[in-house]
């Protein structure tokens, strides 16, 4: 095992930057949904509900609005898709906390499809930066950053609810994320480099790009994050209904923590796998969690999926760099964060009903055997031509 496939990767110029802004500018997205749900709750004295139907509308708003930011970007660049969704942040957040309930659900709707294209840029902008043979790392060094972003965002909400309130933390929220669109629009890093800009100069028809093998990859990389969600709800029960609820943030860090060491592990490895057989792996090693029993034992079997994680959701990027065509990677890297998206808004509501009508043992393997069977789904599809131009080719 050695570090020198990451250190070519951050020899590239413009790359250690790229990914420090990455990481940076991710936490304020990330903290997004947390503080509309602190907001609802505690800021406007409602329930449950209706903050999930705020955070279901921001969630779906950014599902529609990623691929749109995309096919953008390829056809009219960086700067005029940052220049809008940053204007839109600045607009909808710091008035968030002066609206109704339902003037602000809408408003969470228009702001998510509005939102700073931060995770499918950057992915983008990775391929452009790093040459063809050092994608995989340099992709799975994006996923690890993405893993620390996560373990600050939603602590940076809670503390920032705790010590001020909910009004002033979604303006701050809302002045990160314009730091953040500022800070790519200074940066303004290629999405493309000027040899693939120069071959794929024309519009780049879907049909030609969006085939059933490429559907399938999305359909398992939704099933990624559903399986991985539904996991960290399912492990917030266990620890509630162990009168253990003090120690979640221990055991959410460590399922982080494990999923950093994974892709730090396959990021140096001379060739990847599959995302099939990784996604594969993490729904099958979370199905018999139910069966642990005791959270402490609990904390160290997530460990082997928690391996998975970065280096499958990594593995997806890298594949969807590879399958499509440089003029339409923006809108195929919109449709990806999509996926991810989605499997994550699908997960908390399903999940959340099986633990309350059938327990944790459910929840754990209901996730892992969908995840199972989505994967199984995809197998054969994933054998077809993965472009129009390849399937004319074997006909």
Known sequence: MTVEPYRRVLANP????????????????????????????????LGFLQAGLVGAASTAGVAVGAPAAGRFVDRHGLRPVLVVTTAAQLVFWPSAAFLPYWPLAVGAFVAGVLSLPVFSVLRQCVAAAVPAEQRRTGFTLDSMLVEVSYMIGPAVAVS?????????????????????????LVLDPPTRTDEERERDEAAVPRRQ??????????????????????AELSVVAVLKADSATRWTGLVIGLMALSSLVGGFLYGALPRGFSPLVMIGGIAALTVPLGLVGDWQWLCLALVPSGLLCAPALSATVDAVSRWVPTAARGEAMGLHGTALTLGIAVSGPVTGVIIDDWGTDW????????????????VPVSRLPRTAVAAAGTA
């Open 209 to 230: 790009w969006l085939t059933p093998a490429l559907l399938a990859l999305l359909g398992v990389t939704l099933a990624a994050t559903f399986v991985l969600a539904a």
């Open 14 to 45: 413009g790359v250690r930057a790229l990914l420090l802004v990455g990481l940076v500018a991710r936490i304020p997205v990330i903290a997004t949904g947390l503080t509309l749900t602190l907001h609802v709750v505690n800021g406007m004295n």
């Open 363 to 378: 929840s754990f393997a209901v996730a892992g055997l969908g995840g199972l069977l989505i994967v199984a789904l995809a």
């Open 160 to 184: 920032a609810t705790a010590a001020l309130s909910s009004g002033w933390t979604m303006v701050l929220v809302g002045l990160g994320l314009v730091g953040s669109g500022v800070a790519l």
